[in-house]
């Protein structure tokens, strides 16, 4: 393998933007598991309950979060 190939894998890669659809779901998915980690801890010291609400919350603001964060 040739690291010195200017028109490699590198380049294909950083000109590729991906599936939106694709995006969003691993943003959607990881941001979930994030916020249910999240809540779960809270509820452990008492400062949130582990509630359906809590975690969907967090979910958005997650979600929107990276969202802002990546298009900006």
């Given at each position: ?27 959607v ?44």
């Amino acid at each position: 393998m040739d690291d010195g190939d200017p028109e490699g894998f590198g380049e294909g890669l950083s000109a590729s933007r991906g599936d939106p659809r694709v995006l969003l779901l691993l943003n959607v998915t990881l941001s979930a598991m994030f916020g249910t980690t999240v809540v779960w801890g809270l509820s452990l010291l008492d400062a949130a309950e582990l509630s359906l609400i809590n975690v969907a919350t967090a979910t958005v603001v997650l979600v929107a979060l990276t969202y802002l964060v990546t298009n900006a």
